[in-house]
């Protein structure tokens, strides 16, 4: 692959490892005698999320000054669009990821991460309003963009900024509200989406699980937020069934829509047995994240074996 086709969707890789890591981390009091110590699986990810954006961004820079075309596309054509939102987003969960150890670092990471999500969707609205857009076109990456402010709060409130995590949840909470039921429109009426771009319907799964597990933490006591965990259960079952010949589609970077919907849903269920402790729910809680950490690894090698 050469620099000018680095697509931004590869900012994926930073989300699905750093939260994989993060989702572990909020799983592992669940299971004691599991997972051990921090330091023997969360940090690993979170680690491998870091490493990835040291990579990625000087390489972006790169392309923008090389290639300053092919990232105007990145950002006005409708089918990659959304998956700009990959690099605010990434860079939230690394401020999360480092909270622990460089709080201001993580601080400065994380407000950067609102701002130029704020600024992105602005623009995003600007370009959907300016028409032109077929029905085709449109597709669960835009999610990413546009309802990634879902994502924030996780790490906001840990670093003593919950207002500005309800403003970014606030908006991108809305925004879910008119993209699912647009997207779930779009996947009946128009053509099937290749091969390569059909993992991208896993980032289905990013809403329900999250408005959930962050709006509880930003609005404790709204448990009505529950049935969006039941809604994302069913999907996520609905998905699998959909996926049942994945390893069959052509590999490509958009391959990492697996990954971070799939964290996300971990560390929804590690939220909900908390509130609920019992065998049935700490159990899909262990099954979720079991099966975010096989999603995570197998994208990981055949990424690193471009195969």
């Given at each position: 692959?050469?620099?000018r ?12 490892l750093a ?7 909020a ?9 051990r110590a921090?330091?023997?699986f969360?940090e690993?990810w979170?680690a ?10 000087p390489a972006?820079?790169?392309k ?9 596309k ?7 669009l959304?998956?700009c ?19 201001p ?10 701002g ?41 409130v840990?670093?003593?900024q ?27 009426a ?8 059909r ?16 709006g509880?933490l930003?609005?404790?006591g709204a ?38 919907p799939?964290?996300a849903?971990?560390?929804a ?18 099954l ?5 950490t ?12 471009r195969?």
């Amino acid at each position: 692959m050469t620099l000018r086709d680095l697509p931004v969707g590869f900012y994926g890789a930073v989300m699905g490892l750093a939260g994989l890591g993060l989702a572990a981390r909020a799983a592992a009091p669940l299971f004691p005698g599991v997972v051990r110590a921090p330091a023997y699986f969360t940090e690993a990810w979170v680690a491998l999320g870091v490493l990835a954006f040291a990579i990625l961004v000087p390489a972006y820079v790169a392309k923008l000054v090389r290639y300053p075309a092919a990232v105007k596309k990145d950002f006005t054509d409708p089918i990659q669009l959304g998956f700009c939102g990959a690099v605010p987003v990434g860079m939230s969960l690394i401020a999360g990821g480092l909270a622990p150890y460089s709080p201001p670092l993580a601080q400065v990471l994380w407000w950067l991460a609102a701002g130029l999500l704020v600024a992105f969707q602005v623009w995003a609205l600007v370009r959907f309003l300016s028409g032109g857009i077929e029905l085709a076109q449109i597709n669960a990456g835009w999610l990413i963009l546009m309802v990634g402010g879902i994502v924030l709060p996780g790490s906001g409130v840990a670093l003593g900024q919950p207002e500005a995590s309800r403003f970014v949840f606030g908006f991108s909470a809305a925004a879910a509200g008119i993209l699912m039921p647009l997207l779930l429109y779009r996947a009946m009426a128009a053509p099937a989406l290749p091969e390569v771009l059909r993992p991208s319907w896993f980032i289905l799964l990013v809403p329900p699980s999250l408005i959930y597990a962050n709006g509880l933490l930003l609005y404790p006591g709204a448990a009505f937020l529950e049935n969006l965990f039941y809604f994302g259960v069913v999907l996520a079952a609905a998905l699998v069934v959909y996926a049942r010949t994945f390893w069959r589609w052509r590999f490509g970077a958009p391959w990492w829509a697996f990954t971070f919907p799939l964290d996300a849903l971990a560390y929804a269920a590690a939220r909900y047995a908390q509130d609920h402790p019992g065998l049935l729910s700490n159990g899909f809680a262990a099954l979720a994240l079991a099966t975010a950490t096989f999603a995570v690894v197998l994208v990981l090698l055949r990424t690193l074996v471009r195969r």
